[in-house]
């Protein structure tokens, strides 16, 4: 599995790093992204970024899924009471938040916790919530993410499925929980998670962690994709 892992790594690191500023119409509408995190190192010899996250879209939404996490629309924050906050539109934001709050031991958790994007939710617990509060919290959530997270992507051609049982996103992820050898860092965030699955995998992500590794048709078609991204970047460059 570690070895794996290590190929992953390896094949990814032939993509560029992308980090905040950078232009949204140069990414690709539909692919997998992988984010790196500084300080986070992987276990395979050296010092190279370790993967963090892996995500994915529903059809030709590659660029949004990113505008969200880096919240590039800054009218995202004007919400209030009635409308729902950046992170209840991004689970990466909301466990960064998570953490936040967690480490400080703040019991605003239990909010931050409720999903306000449900007309349900806000009418239940609208009058709870502190927004001023809230919006201090996604300032420092967008500031971590455009100071210390860089991702790389690869373009994925329209039949190759990413999401559901049968997508690439599943053993991926697989592929990053199952290696023995990439641990998180003492001073990693998301050590303070209250989440489990985040803390003992290291990643930023709960779903897909048990599932099966990449096989010998995935890497084949991650070895086509990043080929076929390189080619593309290039001739946007």
Known sequence: MSELCRWLHEQLEQLPLIKFPFKLESLPENGIYFFYEDGEFWGHDGEKLRIV?????????????????????????????????????????????????????????????????????????????????????????????????SFRFIILDPYVERIGSKGLERPLIGTLASCKLCKPSFNWLGNYSPVKKIRESGLWLVQHLKSCPISEKDREIILKAVEETNKRMKTTQ
Do not use: C, Q
Request: proline content about 2%.
């Open 53 to 149: 996250r892996v995500g994915t879209h529903r059809d030709g939404n590659f660029r949004s899924r990113i505008k969200e996490h880096f919240l590039l629309d800054e009218a995202w924050m004007n919400f209030d009471k009635n409308k729902p906050k950046p992170s209840d539109r991004s689970i990466f934001r909301k466990n960064i938040g998570r953490a936040l709050l967690n480490k400080e031991k703040d019991n605003y958790l239990k909010i931050w916790e409720i999903d306000f994007t449900t007309k349900r939710n806000r009418e239940l617990w609208g009058n709870k919530r502190d927004v001023e509060k809230e919006k201090k919290i996604e300032e420092k959530i967008t500031k971590i993410l455009r100071e210390k997270f």
